[in-house]
């Protein structure tokens, strides 16, 4: 039999773990809640030490995503990923910011070459960013895969603004704890 469908879904506990009506106008608020994310991906075991979230002009949350890579068996389910496809289902629209932006992504590490990609094309103006892609390689022993040698400078060339190490050493740390575990979800 064929598959016809797709069902990726978000774990239950972030409809109690995260406020929708929040204010997260300040960089650093979004950051926080993007690593808050990881940690209890981890603390729940219900996916890899990641966490992405997306906001609106206003700082109003469009939606979340967490690594869910293990329990879904899909390569797909990267945390900025599943932040995309659900603010995209949300709105009704494949390009976040076709009604207007900025919309900033913030995420727990530095996109992988797919999440990298897919940011290009998913309508966003504005990339936070907090443990670098050598943290993630080093600290939890993930290849982020083949990435343009001027990264950042190919996303400003298309209109999106990233801002790095926000936060670093707590999604640092919460890439360490993962590992720390020994066990791949
Ligand atoms: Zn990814």
Known sequence: ?????????LPAW??????????YRDDDAKMALAI???ALNVRHGSG??????????????LGVGVNRVVPHSSSIAHAEMMA???SQQRLQ?????????????????????????AS????????????????????????EGPLPADWRGELVKRGIEVITDLRR??????????ARGGVVY
């Open 120 to 143: 290009v094309w998913a309508g966003i103006d504005r990339l936070l960013i907090g443990a670098r892609a050598e943290d993630v390689e080093s600290l939890a022993g993930f290849d």
């Open 48 to 61: 890899g030490p990641f966490g992405a979230a997306l906001f609106n002009a206003e700082g109003r949350l």
């Open 84 to 86: 995309f496809a659900t």
């Open 1 to 9: 039999m064929l598959y016809a469908q797709v069902h990726l879904t």
């Open 36 to 38: 808050r994310l990881s």
């Open 93 to 117: 629209q494949y390009r976040l910011n076709a009604a207007g932006g900025p919309v900033t992504l913030a995420t727990s590490s530095q996109p992988c070459c797919m999440c990298y990609g």
């Open 169 to 178: 050493d707590e999604a640092r740390a919460v890439l360490a704890e993962y």
């Open 14 to 23: 972030v409809h109690e773990a995260v406020d929708p009506a929040a204010d």
